[in-house]
């Protein structure tokens, strides 16, 4: 500090001009087998790539014994703080530490997808790209790392669904068929239950945005979607990051504008005075065994956007067919 001189006993400065991650003891590097994450969080972070040897080491190592606390950790740095936490998850591949932790992201290589739709090549590649595009809109969202994770394992159900149909490539019903997978993926990392909950409920939705955007689809379709998730707002902000390519000349990207006019909507809807279970009372009738349906009946009227006095109404007269 007093002189200004830089004692660089590792060739540090070098390799960081140079983009290079280096480890510094090749005899204690595998003392914490967490070094071969942090070596892929770091290098996703600040954009290294790691040395051939470094990388040897890290893919040396065994990391079955690691806490999951330990592994959220540098998989949270990775995903909140890299511009592309791709490179995160393209290290451990490349170093033949994917499997260990990210086992269903694994499977995910080689899957293929309908060129048409997907003409960026497998599972794995399409998972890669829509995982950047949501770091990118990570901070208009309202849970950052429930909202990545659901970008990454969003596709998982096509590792179960995909095949060959009249030459086409399919994956029908993969949005839920996969959910048995992102559920194992997220217990055998994800500690928050809230966050758990976020991916699992928007998970099955993920196709809804951008297929009603390009249908043009009427409101009380798009606001039973919304209606559904636990997050609307973010379901939009992951259509533009999943949004879908055509090849040739039918390119399509989502109608982002079309979703948030409909969010829009839809809030105003919610936020209107609507029919409750004290209306119910209010007109003489006593909660029992039909009082839920009779509610969620005037939920479906709320979301196709009939007003409270109508409404009610409706559900009175539903209510008189019952007795």
């Not at 990388?55 to 890299?82: F, M, N, T, Y």
């Not at 040739?248 to 982002?256: L, M, R, V």
Request: proline share 6%; glycine share 6%; net charge neutral.
């Amino acid at each position: 500090l007093l002189t200004g001189e830089i004692i660089d006993l590792f060739g540090g400065r070098k390799d960081l001009e140079a983009g290079i991650l280096r480890h510094v003891s090749a005899a204690h590097f595998g003392e914490d087998p967490l070094r071969a994450l942090r070596a892929a969080q770091f290098a996703a972070r600040f954009r290294l790539r790691l040395a051939v040897e470094t990388a040897a080491l890290c893919g040396s190592i065994d990391l079955s014994a690691l806490s999951p606390e330990r592994v959220q950790e540098e998989l949270k740095k990775a995903l909140l703080k890299a511009e592309r936490p791709s490179v995160f998850f393209e290290v451990l591949r490349d170093t033949g530490q994917l499997r260990t932790w990210f086992p269903e992201l694994a499977d995910c290589i080689g899957i293929p997808q309908d060129p048409h739709y997907h003409p960026e090549g497998d599972v794995w590649t399409h998972t890669m790209q829509v995982l950047d595009r949501g770091a990118a809109l990570r901070g208009e969202v309202r849970d950052p790392y429930a909202f990545l994770l659901f970008c990454l394992t969003h596709d998982l159900g096509k590792i179960v669904c995909t095949e060959l149909r009249s030459g086409r490539i399919h994956a029908y019903g993969h949005e839920s068929a996969g959910l048995p997978l992102i559920e194992r993926f997220l217990r055998r990392i994800v500690r928050e239950k809230a966050v758990r909950e976020y991916v699992l409920n928007m998970a099955p939705l993920h196709m809804k945005p951008n297929v009603t955007a390009y249908a043009k689809a009427p409101l009380r379709s798009t606001n039973r979607m919304f209606d559904a998730a636990c997050a609307p707002k973010d379901l939009v902000y992951f259509a533009m990051a999943d949004r879908p390519v055509f090849s040739g000349e039918e390119a399509f990207s989502g109608d982002p504008d079309f979703l948030f006019e409909r969010l829009r909507q839809y809030e105003e809807i919610m936020a209107k005075p609507h029919v409750s279970g004290a209306d119910l009372v209010a007109a003489g009738l006593t909660p029992g065994p039909r009082f839920s349906e009779l509610l969620e009946y005037a939920h479906k009227l709320r979301l196709a956007g009939i007003e409270r006095e109508t409404a009610l109404k409706q559900v009175l007269a539903e209510a008189r067919k019952g007795h």
